[in-house]
């Protein structure tokens, strides 16, 4: 899931129960009305379900499911080149299906085992509080759509290839699950808005678009990059500064470019410690301090 509510597109509720998705007009699957109708649908799966119950499984064509086959080949290639050895090694625990997508439900049943997550499905924008806070408790919200087919490596939004490749990947290694928990935690311990806003700009910095070094390479472990077939060959270009808490919690990111600005931990130790170490103590004076010095 990303963060930023310009990114999702409308969720509308009809009196009739049935749910619209507002394509903006520059979406590639605008004027694509079997698309759209699918859309619908898969929205209305998240706006109805409950808590505790299974998440009702998504509609996909075969060409969905070939998109998936295709993006997933061509990203596992490169994860190989550019992905932590954690990251890999939480994929390979995970095991997911390379010639067709996952339902979600799918996804949860080999998660849980694993480190205890599960999927929630979200219609769009999940707010703040509740996307992370509900991390605590070892749940994940994530879209179930998959981007237009007119465009395989391209998407205006989180789509399932992002949600499940990005970071269920990351969720099915111990020592990430346990760094996406703190963040939930602190979201929880938090009250203010600034203060919340904070906690989810380091989530973004790191566990969204984090690179760390593993010996003399720069490796990405952020959601955001690795399931970016473009991000992911350019992040080493990119601005790359040291790992520091109120440098991350106050700088803006524009979230429809390439992040330009990246934050580099030195060992999966030192996110753990800098990072984690925040998260886990963390409160709403500590951070209006670190902004009152900013
Ligand atoms: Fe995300």
Partial sequence: ????????????????????VELAASHPGFADPVYRARRNAIAG????????????????????????????RELAVKHAK????EYLEGAERLGL????IPQLEEVSGLLEPLTGFRYLPAAGLVPLRDFYGVLADGYFHSTQYI?????????PEPDVIHEVIGHANALAHDRYAALYRLAGAAARRVDSEEALEFVSKIFWFTLEFGVML????????GAGILSSYGEIEEFRGMSIRPLDIRAMGTTDYDI???QDVLFRAESLQHL?????????????????KLLTDA
Wanted: charged share 25%; with cysteine.
């Fill in 1 to 20: 899931m990303f963060e930023e509510a310009q990114y999702f597109a409308p969720v509308a509720a009809q009196d009739d129960g049935s749910v619209v």
């Fill in 45 to 72: 799966l998240a706006v109805h379900h409950r808590r505790g119950e299974p998440i009702p499984a998504a509609e996909y064509t075969e060409l969905e499911h070939e998109i998936w086959t295709l993006v997933i």
């Fill in 82 to 85: 550019y992905a932590t050895a």
């Fill in 97 to 100: 299906p390379e010639t067709r």
């Fill in 147 to 155: 981007r237009h087919h007119s465009v395989p490596f391209y998407t």
């Fill in 214 to 221: 593993e010996g003399p390479e720069l490796k990405a472990y």
């Fill in 256 to 258: 429809t470019r390439y």
């Fill in 272 to 288: 753990e410690d800098v990072v984690g170490g925040f998260w886990e103590n963390c409160d709403d004076d500590s951070i209006a």
